[in-house]
């Protein structure tokens, strides 16, 4: 089967090399030159583990391709994927749909034989209906329809999500459309994977509502952090006694920092809006919204407080900038607000992060970027964990000791324990394990 993929940011990067992986022709089209030459390069715009390899096999094999002209990325396509960007408009928190009506504009004008339009970016429900009525305005009906498939990629477990989902979600309101989609993840069937079929609306409000309940989940066992910390109770054992319960599930229940990312704040924020819209209350997403909001002020707070009260005048050694582990992502990152409140604290911070440093240079200022994680420790006043890489989960606690000039770890991904470090002297600050 031949398709389009329009947009090669994240979403429409991984799925256009995954859906080659499938054995499907797949022209990935972008506007930026300079992209689409390093990919026909096999170089990569972003970090994803496994899909460079991916890329490269399936360029070689003449599945893949990176173009600039939509044209000829649109000849013969039987379905072209929208994978454009919807960044949050300012104002309101709601997608801004730009990109995505330009690339279908775009696109009408290519469509010769019928194809099914198919949004991958994350859009707010009743999105499809706007993208059919600009189709329907410049095309004859029986060329096009228009489709919601949204994804679920976890950013660094992409491949992963998207060869082996939990389940796939396909938002078509014709028999015909459907038999496109069902054609194009037919090797998914073959392991059993459950392909939903829905309506267009269903299936974009099954985005949202997916985001937003695992984001709930963050805030809830975040807030329940808090309150562990106050009674001397351990968060982690209050997560694990609640996810056994088959009903609940242990995944999701990790507190933190506050969930970040191109995703989930984007989207909480986007899905408020859309209840605005349609004045229908959405009380629970929005405390979701604002808890996530106060808590990354609220850990500064906490690593001052581990600091004696005042980092004014103190160096505080930072390890992980990214939102999360395997990524050189730094969308809406609690180390993008953590730091600089340090910062107005009086604090100079000294970061080092394994991929997320070129990136973080454009966004943080007045920091000091260092190579090594124990660099960053060197004369620090405290040693504070943001994201839990797997290279800080084995720190050389004697080598950090000397290098500190005070013992002082807090650690907001609970990747270390009391236990680990009492024996060396250390202060240790976890989330919701310890009185502080
Ligand atoms: C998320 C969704 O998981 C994915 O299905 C969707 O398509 C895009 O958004 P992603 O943003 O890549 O994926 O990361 P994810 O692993 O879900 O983590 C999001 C944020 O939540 C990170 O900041 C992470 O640190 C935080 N998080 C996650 C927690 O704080 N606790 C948890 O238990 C899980």
Not at 30 to 35: Q, T
Not at 39 to 51: A, T
Not at 229 to 247: M, N, T, W
């Amino acid at each position: 089967m031949k398709i389009a993929v329009i947009g090669t940011g994240y979403v429409g990067l991984v799925s256009g090399t995954c859906f080659s992986e499938f054995g499907h022709s797949v022209t990935c089209v972008d506007k930026d030159p300079r992209k689409i030459d390093a990919l026909n390069q096999n170089v990569m715009p972003i970090y994803e583990p496994g899909l460079d390899v991916m890329v490269a096999k399936n360029r070689s094999a003449r599945r893949l391709h990176f173009t600039t002209d939509l044209k000829a990325a649109m000849a013969e396509a039987e379905a072209v994927f929208i994978a454009v960007g919807t960044p949050s408009r300012r104002g309101d928190g709601q997608a801004d749909l730009q990109y995505v009506f330009a690339a279908v504009e775009e696109a009408a004008a290519y469509i010769q034989d019928y194809t099914v339009v198919v949004t991958k970016s994350t859009v707010p429900v009743g999105t499809g209906a706007k993208i059919n009525d600009i189709l329907a305005a410049r095309l004859d009906k029986s060329l096009f329809d228009v489709a919601s498939n949204p994804e679920f990629l976890r950013e660094g477990a992409a491949i992963e999500d998207f060869m082996r989902p939990n389940r796939v979600v396909c938002g078509a309101d014709t028999d015909r459309a459907q038999a496109v989609l069902k054609e194009l993840y037919r090797p998914l069937f073959l392991n059993e994977t459950p392909v939903l079929f829905t309506s267009r609306e269903t299936a974009e409000v099954i985005k949202y509502a997916a985001n937003a309940f695992l984001a709930t989940k963050i805030s809830f066992i975040n807030e329940m952090a808090d309150l562990c910390e106050k009674v001397g109770a351990d968060v982690q054992e209050v997560a694990k006694g609640i996810g056994l319960d088959s009903r609940i599930g242990g995944k999701f229940l990790h507190a933190g920092p506050g969930y970040g990312g191109s995703c989930f704040p984007k989207d909480t924020r986007a899905l408020v809006s859309t209840a605005d819209e349609h004045k229908v209350p959405m009380r629970i997403v929005r405390s979701v919204v604002e808890v996530n909001e106060e808590r990354k002020r609220a850990m500064a707070d906490k690593i001052i407080r581990a600091c004696g009260g005042s980092v004014d005048g103190k160096r505080i050694a930072i390890l992980g900038l990214t939102f999360k582990p395997n990524t050189d992502d730094m969308r809406e990152s609690p180390s993008l607000d953590i730091i600089p409140a340090l910062q107005a604290a009086g604090a100079s911070i000294a970061a080092h992060d394994p991929k997320g440093m070129d990136e973080a240079r454009e966004l943080l200022e007045n920091m000091e970027f260092c190579d090594d994680p124990y660099e960053a420790m060197k004369g620090a006043d405290a040693l504070v964990i943001l994201t839990e890489w797997n290279q800080y989960r084995a720190l050389d606690v004697g080598r950090m000791k000397d290098l500190l000039k005070a013992p002082v770890m807090v650690d907001l991904r609970n990747i270390y324990g009391r236990a680990d470090l009492a024996g060396e002297g250390f202060k240790y600050v976890g989330v919701g394990r310890c009185p502080e």
